[in-house]
């Protein structure tokens, strides 16, 4: 879905056809009540990207109230994997830990 800025509030992105071209890959790992854990795969890297996808598929992010997420102590959205390639063509890969407020929420929501 392409992106582009959202005139009505600049601060956000919105899907519209005089957007950017962005492509999001999503997979439902498991289901907690009426929330969902997901593993999502950006192919590109549009400011806001995944948090846009999520509100247009009506599944805003937990924590994300800027774009209709439902209240959170904060934005339930984690970098578990990132690989960058470096200037000397090197790929390398960062990795954490899901935090301990995910695990606490999902707890909650079982």
């Known amino acids: 879905m392409p992106i582009e800025r959202n005139p009505k509030k600049p601060q956000t992105f ?3 056809a005089q957007g950017k071209s962005a ?9 907690f009540g009426k929330y969902s854990l997901l593993e999502l795969r ?5 400011t806001h ?8 598929i009506g599944h805003p992010i937990v924590g994300d109230e800027l774009y209709d997420g439902s209240v959170a102590d904060r934005l339930m959205l984690h970098a578990a994997a990132l690989e960058v390639t ?3 063509a090197k790929n ?3 990795e954490a830990p899901t935090p301990d407020r995910f695990v606490e929420v999902m707890k909650d929501c079982s």
């Open 23 to 31: 492509t999001t890959q999503y997979k439902v790992v498991s289901e």
């Open 14 to 16: 919105r899907v519209g």
């Open 49 to 56: 990207q995944l948090r846009v996808h999520l509100e247009e």
């Open 86 to 88: 470096i200037p000397d």
């Open 92 to 94: 390398i890969i960062f």
């Open 42 to 46: 950006p192919a590109t890297g549009r």
